[in-house]
């Protein structure tokens, strides 16, 4: 059943991937930049409290730690370094997953089990052209500018608690975080959302097409979509950082 | 036109459909009724491949359907408009791109050509005034009308009906039935009609299959149906409240 579904949603992927070229026809340029609104500026209220209290707490944990040996001014390197390479993209592709996708999963649900999948199949309207692609183009392109507003939210969270609790100044916390923080931190910190944000209209667009049994069946689809979009977005970022940083 | 060889379905464990055949002609308003779960809409999901036949074949002219793939497939589809039960309108749509929506991706038809020829199909099913409004702002009669309109705007040869009057009070059922008549006798399209509303099939059918236990147990005219001999007829019609011929035409009538 697993192996199955893993087919069936690889086989959705390849055709909403070599139907990209289709996206820049003005037929469905407007589906692509509706699609890249919901995913980026929709979800930029809870991003912002999302990112903010992360580099907080970071800060705040990090930084009650470094005190005990004098070094709390780290806190500028080990906030940014950690919201570049991990909890940036971590908890972007969460809260995306969490809302956008579990809205794609439910949008697609529905329409299956309303027929409207089915209306667009006879009229030779391929679903996955009309529906995938635009929502995979809008993964793709957000994700790593909606990770980067989190990165930089988080970082200024951290700054915040630093200045205010562990009294480093704004200016330390930078020179720290900027003698610390790497370009390859940031990059494959955009990788990581790149993937999660693939990962995410793939497992979302395939659960609302596998949705059945009405109401309950969207719901579930929802359901799952949230449960393995964590579970992968979770091992998928391990596996990134394990290749990166041996 | 339509034909069905021998064609099986078995869906959850149970048997759809049993070995079925039957053939639809040109220009013909061919109607297919049974209690529910029959298996009428799994046969009109067939003739656009929705389903794919365990067993047998569905030809629609000298095309084989059921084994058609890729682009063949989407050229046999091209001669279908299909008015789905629940209507099946994009409900983050207007009425008016709904309407226009397979000209719109399937055509390099200009915007204004396009509004155009929808304007013409929404007043065609007494729905002018309907382009800007959104689905949820539709009654049921006006979805499907709205679903009728989709259906034939890309002028297809054949259209399928999947229960067009459910859930519709008598007055709309009686709107949908004359435009489905209008469009055989307008535009001479064939028409495959499944429904259980056995007033409207006899109204509009030229001829009327009945489907019980995945298998076809009539198949004929509506002046042979109400006549029908066949106990599972009998029992359906009387269940409608038709017993003789004499009797429907008055029920029509008065």
């Given at each position: 059943m697993v192996c199955r579904n893993t087919g069936t949603a690889m086989l959705m992927l390849l055709e909403a991937f070599r139907d990209?070229?289709?996206?820049?026809?003005p037929k469905h340029r407007h589906d692509v930049l509706h699609q890249q609104f919901l995913t980026a500026i929709k979800s930029l209220g809870v991003i912002t409290v999302v990112g903010l209290f992360t580099g907080m707490i970071l800060a705040l944990q990090t930084g009650l730690e470094l005190r005990r040996y004098g070094q709390e001014v780290y806190i500028g390197s080990a906030v940014t370094v950690v919201m570049l390479r991990e909890m940036g993209p971590f908890m972007t592709g969460l809260i995306i997953a969490a809302s956008v996708g579990s809205a794609i999963a439910a949008q697609i649900g529905t329409m299956t089990v309303s027929e409207e999948i089915s209306a667009l199949e006879v009229m030779s309207i391929p679903p996955a052209r009309y529906l995938v692609t635009p929502r995979l183009v809008a993964m793709i392109t957000m994700m790593p500018l909606v990770t980067v507003y989190t990165n930089i939210i988080g970082v200024v969270g951290g700054a915040i608690v630093g200045q205010t609790?562990?009294?480093?100044s704004m200016t330390a916390y930078m020179d720290n975080a900027t003698q610390f923080a790497a370009n390859k931190d940031l990059y494959v910190g955009l990788l990581k959302s790149v993937l999660f944000g693939i990962i995410i209209a793939t497992v979302a667009c395939h659960q609302g097409f596998s949705a059945k049994q009405g109401a309950v069946g969207v719901g579930l689809a929802t359901r799952r979509t949230v449960v393995v979009s964590f579970l992968i977005i979770l091992t998928v970022g391990y596996m990134v950082t394990r290749l990166f940083y041996q | 036109m339509i034909r069905f060889e021998k064609v099986s379905k078995k869906l959850g464990g149970r048997v759809v459909l049993d070995e079925i055949d039957y053939e639809i002609r040109k220009n013909e308003t061919f109607v297919i009724v049974g209690a529910s779960g029959a298996g009428k809409s799994v046969s009109l999901k067939h003739m656009v491949r929705l389903l794919t036949p365990d067993s047998g074949r569905v030809m629609i002219g000298d095309d084989c359907v059921s084994e058609a793939r890729g682009q063949e497939l989407d050229r046999m589809r091209n001669r279908f408009g299909f008015l789905f039960q629940s209507a099946a309108l994009l409900q983050w749509l207007s009425v008016g791109d709904n309407v226009g929506l397979p000209l719109r991706m399937k055509t390099n038809k200009r915007i204004e050509e396009i509004d155009e020829l929808v304007r013409e199909k929404l007043e065609m099913v007494n729905l002018g005034d309907a382009f800007d409004k959104q689905p949820a702002e539709l009654s049921g009669g006006m979805r499907k009308r709205v679903g009728l309109a989709r259906a034939i705007i890309t002028d297809p040869e054949i259209i399928l009906y999947d229960e067009p009057t459910s859930g519709l009070d008598p007055v709309t059922s009686r709107t949908i039935d004359r435009l489905i008549d209008r469009l055989r006798e307008d535009l001479g399209v064939t028409s495959v009609v499944v429904t259980h509303d056995l007033h409207s099939a006899l109204a509009i059918g030229t001829r009327i299959a009945m489907l019980h236990d995945g298998k076809i147990v009539e198949v004929s005219t509506p002046e042979q149906f109400v006549k029908s001999e066949n106990e599972i007829v009998r029992g359906f019609l009387e269940a409608q409240y038709i017993t003789t011929r004499g009797e429907w035409e008055d029920s029509e009538t008065s």
């Open positions: 990209i070229p289709f996206m820049v026809s609790q562990l009294g480093v | -």
